[in-house]
């Protein structure tokens, strides 16, 4: 604290807090540059890292106490080092979503140009507050690319992803996406921010949230430890990761023997290493250039499953020469909510970056993808809506998504008609699972049977297949 007689021997602070930020960064750079810490802290320090914040606060509160901030504090920020942190080194009027506990539940935040939305409830809301200007935003984005050495954005990449450490949940991430002009217009740079917000759930645990039905958890653990080739599909924000999680973690639970999982990742997300630390989980970071080479190399790592975290385009090579090559038991996640359609789009995604023939990359994603889990949001509540078998039907040379369990908006009903192939590959894999597995399906499809039909053909793999 200082008393007036101090007070009137400093200088007079400045009343506005960007023009006193300016002034305090010119009079503190050389100073600082000359520190051997200062330039890997610089780089820290946008996202949160707590030794980078620490040096840099000390410094604004130490130049402070020489010259006393005597204007008004700019919303959203409690105090003046704050916001001078923020405004300098930090996420500027968006931090609150970083460190504030009441955006702990936020999955969401985005910026775009100079405004900030922040997702509640399902819902983007735009902020009261933005980025004093362009520029401000511009270095934002100079701060986090430089946080890591292996992204470059510029025009000819005007995209990049990368990821920090989660403020309000140690040991978990955000996952970070900006874009650039030309990808944008000008002035509409924008970032997006996804922080992981559920913790690890069982099957139990998902009929807890109501995703599931309680009484469909005996089903579904048992289908889950046949090792099927299984894609979980849906739109953004479905829950279709976690519900990922939920299987292979139930695959894992239900196992005596320490399973050896090869987790492909383009950026760290599943929580499934910290879970399950007494199975061989090797989590393997690959970037599209690298992913089928690293892919390759993961398998002789005596993998008992394959999890591909986030399949685009250019992941389903490596499935399908994975499925290909005899493996079972590999998981992904995916975009879409047509069940019946993934092999076709599986097969589009590897002709379009390698050529060849259409037909021959459908008849190999059809022998390597077996079972279609659909998530989606059904007014703002997760649900498992679909769960498939896909069918492959060689005579008629056409494709059909096998409904086994459906929501029909109110609850769910099932299908017992799998078919013989899907129950000889059960029954090799795990024949006490298969046997337990059709009992329960059996069970709840007598009690509540599927109304409409089960089958859904795939129109776009018929006209391929049949030329």
Not at 52 to 76: C, D, S, W
Not at 141 to 166: F, G, H, Q
Not at 347 to 369: F, M, P, Q, R, W
Request: proline letters at 4%; hydrophobic letters at 35%.
């Amino acid at each position: 604290m200082f008393t007036l007689r101090d007070k009137m021997h400093l200088k007079r602070g400045e009343d506005d807090i960007f023009v006193f930020l300016d002034r305090m960064k010119a009079e503190l750079r050389d100073r600082l540059e000359a520190n051997e810490s200062y330039h890997k802290l610089n780089e820290r320090a946008v996202t949160g890292d707590p030794e980078a914040v620490a040096f840099f606060l000390n410094e604004i509160e130490k130049y402070m106490r020489t010259h006393p901030y005597t204007g008004e504090i700019p919303q959203p920020y409690r105090s003046a080092s704050e916001a001078l942190y923020q405004e300098w080194k930090g996420f500027g009027p968006a931090y609150q979503w970083f460190v504030d506990p009441k955006y702990a539940e936020s999955s969401g935040m985005q910026i775009i140009g100079t405004r900030i939305f922040y997702k509640e409830g399902g819902e983007y809301k735009l902020s009261e507050y933005r980025f004093r200007s362009f520029e401000r935003v511009e270095q934002l984005v100079r701060s986090l690319v430089t946080n890591d050495e292996r992204v470059s954005i510029n025009e000819s990449n005007p995209e990049a992803e990368l990821k920090m450490d989660d403020p309000l949940w140690p040991g978990r991430h955000i996952r970070l996406a900006i874009w650039k002009s030309p990808r944008v217009w000008e002035e509409y740079t924008t970032i997006t921010a996804r922080r992981q917000v559920i913790e690890y759930l069982s099957l139990q645990d998902q009929a807890g949230s109501g995703s599931i039905p309680h009484d469909a958890v005996p089903m579904l653990k048992n289908l889950a430890r046949t090792f099927r080739n299984t894609i979980i599909a849906g739109p953004v924000d479905s829950g279709k990761s976690t519900f990922a999680n939920t299987i292979v973690g139930e695959q894992l639970s239900a196992s005596v023997r320490k399973l050896g999982v090869v987790m492909i990742e383009k950026h760290p997300e599943s929580i499934i290493p910290y879970v399950f630390q007494q199975h061989r989980i090797i989590p393997v970071r690959a970037e599209d250039r690298d992913l089928m080479e690293i892919g390759v190399k993961s398998l002789r790592m005596d993998a008992n499953v394959i999890y591909m975290t986030e399949m685009r385009n250019l992941e389903w090579r490596f499935f399908l020469w994975a499925a290909s090559k005899g493996y079972d038991g590999i998981v992904g996640t995916y975009h879409t909510k047509d069940a019946q359609d993934i092999p076709y789009q599986a097969a589009v995604s590897v002709y379009t970056e390698h050529g060849g023939e259409l037909k021959g990359y459908l008849i190999d994603a059809l022998n390597s993808c077996e079972l279609v889990f659909i998530m989606d949001d059904i007014h703002g509540k997760k649900r498992l809506v679909r769960v498939s078998e896909i069918v492959y039907d060689e005579q008629e040379q056409t494709v059909y998504a096998n409904d086994l369990m459906r929501f029909n908006g109110e609850g769910w009903e099932y299908h017992a008609a799998v078919t013989d192939a899907m129950i000889r590959r059960m029954e090799k894999k795990n024949p006490q699972a298969m046997r337990d597995f059709l009992h329960e399906l059996k069970m709840l499809a007598t009690r509540l049977p599927m109304k409409d039909h089960p089958m859904t053909e795939s129109i776009v793999s018929r006209k391929v297949l049949r030329g």
